[in-house]
């Protein structure tokens, strides 16, 4: 199965549903404790992200390896490289760069929701200014705008919170300048995260509208 590329072509990116993978294969891959209570489909969520993300590596080169989890939530990455992981619904990916090659890396794919949840998002992580800039460039519906905005966001926080350390929330970056013709956007920060990352920096990242789904990627080259 392969989704939409969103990421540099150094990039690998491994994708799967999860009843693609089976029980026997899934089951060898150890819980950690934090997953132990989560519901089935989480954990089954993890195991597949898990696979997605050794097939990554294995495409770059680095074999028989497989994240842990980091004390930040997060995949603990093998030595010398970066990645990240993501599921919406029954779709999970991973990806994975060279460190050389990338400084951070986030994927998200957000499901494009009912409008009455699209309202409850967007009051937690987006706000009327980007929804409807996002709605005005590329003429897509509210529900829309609202996933591409989080995903957006959630691609930002994994791409940069391994590198800042510290958490940040939903209005402390804003998604702008999203552009269809080159299906990329801008994601401003709007406080200092870290001495390297001060408010006003900007990062780059793509989407895609595909489908019930938005993706989105963003890679910072070295
Ligand atoms: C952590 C978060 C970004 C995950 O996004 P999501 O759309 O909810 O869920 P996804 O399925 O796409 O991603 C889950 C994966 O994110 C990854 N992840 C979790 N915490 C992470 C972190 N601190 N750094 C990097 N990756 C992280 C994990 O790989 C996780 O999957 P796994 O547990 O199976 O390994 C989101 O739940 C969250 O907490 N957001 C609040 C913070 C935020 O987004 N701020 C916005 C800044 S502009």
Same mark, same amino acid.
């Given at each position: 199965?392969?989704l939409?590329?969103?990421?540099?072509?150094?990039?690998?990116?491994?994708?799967?549903?999860?009843e693609?993978?089976?029980?026997?294969?899934?089951?060898?891959?150890?819980?950690?404790?934090?997953?132990?209570?989560?519901?089935?489909?989480?954990?089954?969520a993890?195991?597949?992200?898990?696979?997605c993300?050794?097939?990554?590596?294995?495409q770059?080169?680095?074999?028989?390896?497989?994240?842990? *989890?980091?004390?930040?939530?997060?995949?603990?990455?093998?030595?010398?490289?970066?990645?990240s992981?993501?599921?919406?619904?029954?779709?999970?990916?991973?990806?994975?760069?060279?460190?050389?090659?990338?400084?951070g890396?986030?994927?998200?794919?957000?499901?494009?929701?009912?409008?009455?949840?699209?309202?409850?998002?967007?009051?937690?992580?987006?706000?009327?200014?980007?929804?409807?800039?996002v709605?005005?460039?590329?003429? *897509?519906?509210?529900?829309?705008?609202?996933?591409?905005?989080?995903?957006?966001?959630?691609?930002?926080?994994?791409?940069?919170?391994?590198?800042?350390?510290?958490?940040?929330?939903?209005?402390?970056?804003?998604?702008?300048?999203?552009?269809?013709?080159?299906?990329?956007?801008?994601?401003?920060?709007?406080?200092?995260?870290?001495?390297?990352?001060?408010?006003?920096?900007?990062?780059?990242?793509?989407?895609?509208?595909?489908?019930?789904?938005?993706?989105?990627?963003?890679?910072?080259?070295?």
């Amino acid at each position: 199965m392969s989704l939409p590329r969103v990421l540099p072509a150094w990039v690998s990116q491994v994708s799967m549903y999860l009843e693609e993978l089976d029980d026997a294969t899934a089951n060898a891959i150890a819980l950690p404790s934090a997953y132990l209570m989560a519901t089935p489909e989480r954990q089954r969520a993890y195991r597949v992200g898990r696979v997605c993300a050794s097939r990554a590596l294995e495409q770059i080169g680095v074999r028989g390896a497989m994240p842990a *989890v980091h004390e930040n939530g997060g995949p603990a990455w093998p030595n010398g490289t970066v990645g990240s992981i993501t599921h919406a619904m029954s779709l999970v990916a991973a990806a994975v760069a060279a460190r050389r090659q990338c400084c951070g890396l986030g994927i998200d794919i957000e499901p494009i929701t009912s409008l009455e949840k699209a309202h409850s998002l967007a009051s937690r992580g987006a706000t009327t200014g980007e929804v409807f800039g996002v709605m005005e460039n590329l003429q *897509v519906d509210y529900a829309t705008a609202v996933a591409l905005i989080l995903a957006a966001k959630h691609s930002l926080y994994k791409c940069l919170h391994p590198q800042v350390g510290r958490s940040f929330s939903y209005l402390d970056a804003s998604i702008e300048n999203v552009q269809g013709s080159t299906a990329r956007f801008r994601a401003r920060l709007k406080v200092m995260l870290s001495p390297a990352w001060v408010g006003g920096t900007i990062v780059t990242g793509q989407f895609d509208i595909a489908g019930d789904f938005v993706h989105t990627g963003i890679a910072i080259p070295c």
